[in-house]
């Protein structure tokens, strides 16, 4: 069946079928109807999805500005929709059909969102470093470009960071034979051996601190296993895990034993906007593998003292999972402070393979909390984070096939709390692209320009044996 799908659009655009498209997909895909844009974006081309349709006139309007597209496959001029949407800014487009009965809108924001994306592109496997890479997506145009590919080297590209979007603070870890955390700081790029004598391992799930100083990483002894039932793949999860902060001047690990506890397996640090706390995951340990299902993680914070990278003593617990029956992954705030979101799974801490996997909101000020409905699906809802200005969010999907990550978009008002209806990220033709291309999304961040990575440099480094030491020191104290 999929391979006569695929021979019929491969020879004819004219029509589609009902096996084109995911099952309870809406009169166009991707589903843009209703939803709210950054005047920068690229064009939301789209299809009609009606089965035996050959001919369609789509017309998009804002005041005097107007254009029309003739064919199924609607694919928007660039330069119309640029100026279309400047003169949408804070208002809206209107789009009637010709083979739909109800016009629909899409919003433009007043609100800029930033350059691009970077993320990581991988194949579904399990047991081999198959092809991946590092790549960035110009967020107003269709353009992507390979940052860093391990065709180049014999290993794993997996966690990335920037500090709020800004390229030239940018982190990346190197697994494998050359294993090594890569770190780009004003232009200069060195690889680092980031496993101390002191400590559990390599340095990964980075998040750096606002003022640019500092750099929290957890360290975990990840491990994974395959499930019997059919409605699961794979499981992912940890023996242990600790916290360190990255003291960046002096080159030093920063830890305490309040977060690295032997009670305790702590996970995906992030700091407040304003850089005195860190809040992060916590679990019990269980017994693995008959207690892999028991393993919740609650949100806890701790304090931080920015200047002199003193941890605080006292680990507070925000959501207690255990009292809830629930497990708390990624945690990220919005910058002014309020929230923060996260991913909320039945148990465990690699949420990206959890079917029920939901985003969630949690009020700093009030307690309460409460499921993100307009972003969930009754697929997966996984990695998250917020644009530069904190007005854009983007989050990693199932919803599309139910196998492989997207990327979707959603504009944020903070002084409400509300999220807009959220749209897939646009490409050139969207369902070829999504059918064609068996690649995942992971771990996808916003940069505010591009990411100026020299990989001739890259690639030398990561051969070398040569790897910078980290040095190690408890909280308070001096370092070893």
């Not at 690990?253 to 995951?281: C, H, M, N, V």
């Not at 693995?288 to 914070?301: A, M, Q, W």
């Not at 009030?366 to 530069?388: A, M």
């Not at 999220?419 to 070829?432: E, G, I, V």
């Amino acid at each position: 069946m999929l391979l006569l799908a695929f021979l019929a659009v491969s020879c004819s655009r004219k029509a589609y079928t009902a096996d084109d498209f995911p099952s309870d997909a809406g009169p166009v895909y991707p589903d843009y109807m209703g939803v709210t844009v950054p005047a920068g974006i690229a064009p939301l081309n789209f299809c009609y999805t009606a089965p035996g349709l050959s001919k369609a006139v789509t017309t998009f309007s804002c005041g005097d500005e107007s254009f029309s597209v003739k064919g199924v496959d609607v694919r928007i001029p660039r330069k119309k929709w640029r100026r279309l949407l400047q003169a949408a800014r804070g208002s809206e487009v209107l789009v009637t059909s010709s083979v739909i009965d109800t016009s629909w809108t899409i919003a433009v924001s007043g609100d800029d969102i930033d350059y691009g994306l970077t993320y990581r592109l991988l194949e579904p496997g399990y047991e081999v470093y198959s092809k991946m890479g590092i790549y960035e997506r110009e967020l107003g145009s269709f353009r992507e470009k390979a940052l860093i590919e391990n065709t180049e080297f014999s290993g794993c590209v997996n966690c990335h960071a920037t500090n709020r979007g800004e390229p030239s603070q940018f982190s990346l870890h190197i697994r494998g034979e050359h294993g090594a955390t890569l770190l780009q700081l004003q232009g200069s790029l060195d690889a680092y051996n980031t496993k101390t004598d002191s400590t559990l391992g390599f340095c990964v799930y980075p998040y750096w601190h606002p003022q640019g100083e500092y750099i929290a990483y957890s360290t975990n002894n990840t491990r994974q296993g395959f499930h019997l039932q059919q409605d699961k793949l794979i499981e992912v999860f940890d023996l242990e895990s600790d916290l360190q902060i990255y003291d960046i001047a002096a080159n030093c690990l920063i830890t305490a034993p309040q977060i690295r506890e032997k009670d305790f397996w702590e996970t995906f640090p992030s700091f407040s906007p304003d850089g005195r706390t860190l809040y992060f995951s916590r679990a019990v340990p269980k017994e693995i593998p008959e207690g892999i299902t028991d393993i919740r993680y609650s949100l806890c914070k701790v304090g931080f003292d920015p200047s002199d990278g003193t941890i605080g003593d006292d680990v507070e617990v925000l959501i207690d999972a255990e009292a809830d029956s629930i497990s708390v992954c990624f945690p990220r705030p919005s910058y002014d402070g309020r929230y923060i979101i996260y991913t909320q799974a039945s148990y465990g801490n690699f949420s990206i393979w959890h079917h029920e996997a939901d985003l969630w909101m949690f009020d700093l000020q009030t307690g309460e909390r409460w499921p993100l409905d307009v972003l969930n699906s009754p697929d997966t809802e996984s990695y998250h984070n917020f644009s530069s200005n904190g007005r854009w969010f983007q989050f990693a999907s199932r919803r599309d096939d139910g196998l492989f990550t997207r990327i979707y978009i959603s504009h944020f008002d903070p002084e409400t709390g509300e999220f807009a209806k959220p749209f897939m990220l646009p490409q050139r033709d969207p369902r070829s692209f999504y059918r064609d291309r068996f690649l995942s999304y992971n771990v996808t961040e916003f940069t505010t320009g591009p990411v100026q990575l020299d990989k001739v440099r890259a690639r030398r480094i990561i051969a070398s044996p040569e790897r910078v030491p980290f040095g190690f020191r408890w909280s308070g104290r001096a370092s070893d």
